[in-house]
């Protein structure tokens, strides 16, 4: 064997070597990072989302739209379900609408009413906020966000939205509060025995608004049971101020803490107070209803009369002029054309990167996926901003997906796959890349040529 073929071997050999261990590497952080958090729709990546400013108009904007089922009225799994009211045998499906400033009040709970992380800056675009037990984006939605997922395994379009998009994650968020009010009388309690159960009324969403943040009893390990002792009492009413710890009340006692209370931003309160009235823990009745002793299903026991002074509020409506710029007309865009990828060199990038673009108003979710093994799309779901968002970030307009091959996973030393990427929430067609990938490991140099 000559020096010349060994340098050529050992070379070649090097560097199958080397991109098998780093292919290793990767694959192993990638499965750990997938095992660590795979209840999750996105295992632990977290999708791209864009955050509106400071004041949170547009948010609130979006939650009194969706209190209306204005949002998404004709989309089935963002649009307000009809909701019942009446006495437990004799309950009728009615229509009507979820206060607002309920919402409001659960938004600011749930995320202080912000969609991405703290490091996201205000008209921005960062991480989408996402809790240890899957909770997604401003309303912190929990229902179908994990398993099982959509096609391939992989999450859905309805998982995609709810992550990335403000609107749509509100709407979602607002259309499971209205179901915890519709699991009465069949697994939940229902209160206001006496005002006919009317959604109108703000004190009747007391047991709706409980379960949205689990409906738990006393003695579980996330209890938001009034009467577990776990909670002082007598304790003072939650001014959602910050000055309180939030363990030391039940979840719906501190939504009606900021609906009474509504928190400032910039020396201004987001919303008008409006005093609401919690169940009276001093009566006996109320007492007794609310024994821990009765917390079983159907919780008949558990029906209690409207708490007084009882409230309501004006319904606020957006325009459709408002609701435009919410939900907008984005146009989704990238780059169709095939691509090609050469990993038979050292210096040889094992990826490509494709700008993924919204030629039009709003925000456009996108998605990805690939329909062959050895390419890997970082991030498989994104957010692209339209011209009339104001984005003071960088991210704004870096916003691409990532094509990588591991070459570990390749069939041969030249493979063709596609990638699919488009978005939900659009009606563009879905656009389709070819990517082919040249492996020929095989390393020549100057003078190394066969001879005769």
Not at 107 to 135: H, L, N, Q, Y
Not at 169 to 176: E, F, L, M, Q, S
Not at 232 to 261: A, D, M
Request: proline share 7%; glycine share 6%; net charge negative.
């Amino acid at each position: 064997m000559t020096r010349k073929f060994m340098t050529k071997l050992h070379v070649s050999i090097f560097f199958v070597l080397s991109l098998i261990f780093v292919s290793s590497v990767f694959g192993f952080l990638s499965q750990w990072h997938i095992n660590e958090t795979n209840a999750c729709a996105f295992g632990a990546y977290r999708p791209a989302t864009y955050e509106g400013a400071q004041d949170r108009a547009i948010y609130m904007t979006a939650i009194e739209a969706a209190s209306v089922n204005k949002l998404f009225p004709t989309d089935t799994r963002f649009s307000l379900d009809s909701l019942e009211q009446g006495v437990r045998y004799s309950r009728t499906t009615a229509g009507g609408n979820i206060p607002a400033t309920l919402v409001k009040g659960i938004a600011w709970i749930e995320t202080r009413m912000t969609m991405a992380t703290k490091a996201t800056m205000w008209s921005g675009v960062g991480d989408s906020t996402i809790s240890f037990d899957c909770g997604h984006g401003i309303m912190q939605v929990t229902s179908g966000m994990t398993a099982p997922l959509g096609a391939d395994d992989q999450p859905s379009d309805t998982q995609a939205l709810t992550a990335t998009h403000f609107a749509y994650n509100i709407a979602r968020g607002v259309k499971i509060l209205g179901s915890k009010w519709n699991n009465a009388p069949e697994s939940a309690p229902i209160m206001g025995t006496d005002t006919n159960s009317s959604p109108e009324i703000i004190e009747n969403w007391y047991y709706a608004t409980w379960a949205y943040n689990g409906f738990t009893g006393a003695g579980s390990s996330s209890s938001n049971h009034p009467l577990d002792p776990i909670f002082p009492w007598p304790r003072t009413p939650y001014q959602c101020n910050g000055s309180q710890s939030h363990n030391q009340f039940p979840y719906q006692e501190l939504v009606w803490g900021c609906i009474k209370n509504p928190p400032s931003v910039g020396g201004s309160k987001l919303w008008d107070s409006i005093s609401v009235s919690l169940p009276d823990l001093n009566n006996p009745k109320v007492r007794s209803a609310l024994a821990p002793n009765n917390f079983f299903a159907p919780y008949a026991n558990m029906d209690l009369t409207t708490p007084q002074p009882s409230h309501t509020e004006l319904i606020s409506s957006p325009t459709e002029d408002q609701i435009q710029v919410i939900i907008g007309s984005p146009i989704f865009s990238a780059s169709d054309r095939t691509q090609t990828i050469r990993i038979n060199n050292p210096a040889a990038t094992m990826w490509v990167d494709v700008p993924v673009k919204n030629f039009g108003t709003g925000l456009s979710t996108w998605r990805a996926k690939s329909d062959s093994s050895f390419l890997q799309l970082s991030p498989p779901t994104g957010i692209a901003i339209g011209s009339d968002y104001k984005c003071n970030s960088s991210l704004c307009n870096e916003n691409s997906l990532r094509i990588e091959v591991n070459p570990t996973l390749l069939p041969g030393s030249y493979a063709t796959g596609t990638v699919t990427i488009w978005s939900p929430n659009t009606t563009s067609d879905p656009i389709k890349i070819q990517i082919n990938v040249l492996a020929d490991f095989e390393l020549t140099f100057p003078g190394s040529a066969k001879k005769d």
